[in-house]
């Protein structure tokens, strides 16, 4: 079973920046995919973001190409975000998810972490 720890998040302005990480513990050996999908109040939890742990190979929601930036250190099994440029609209929770796969569908991944709160303001 593998364990999924968040930190970073908080409250910044619009155009301010943000980084987010995401460390796996446990039996992460089936894991080929990390990423982070954003849940706003009301809303569907969507994908950001999506790296396969062993080629590097990079998925991006349109909303955010160009801003966020996702990374892994594969030595102690983390992923990281960089979010640029901040807007209002990518207020909402984020959670780091873990899976054998890259999917854009929430419900094929079934590892998740807690979540954490991104809030910009204008």
């Known amino acids: 079973q593998v364990q999924l720890e968040e930190s970073g998040g908080g409250s910044v302005q619009a155009g301010g920046s943000l980084r987010l990480s995401c460390a796996a513990s446990?039996?992460?050996?089936?894991?080929?995919?990390m990423g982070w999908f954003r849940q706003a109040p009301g809303k569907e939890r969507e994908a950001v973001t999506l790296i396969y742990t062993s080629s590097g190979s990079t998925y991006y929601a349109d909303s955010v190409k160009g801003r966020f930036t996702i990374s892994r250190d594969n030595a102690k099994n983390t992923v990281y975000l960089q979010m640029n440029s901040l807007k209002p609209e990518d207020s909402a929770m984020y959670y780091c998810a873990a899976g054998d796969n890259c999917y854009l569908n929430r419900y094929q991944y079934d590892t998740w972490g807690q979540g954490t709160q991104v809030t910009v303001s204008s």
């Open positions: 446990g039996y992460t050996s089936g894991t080929r995919c």
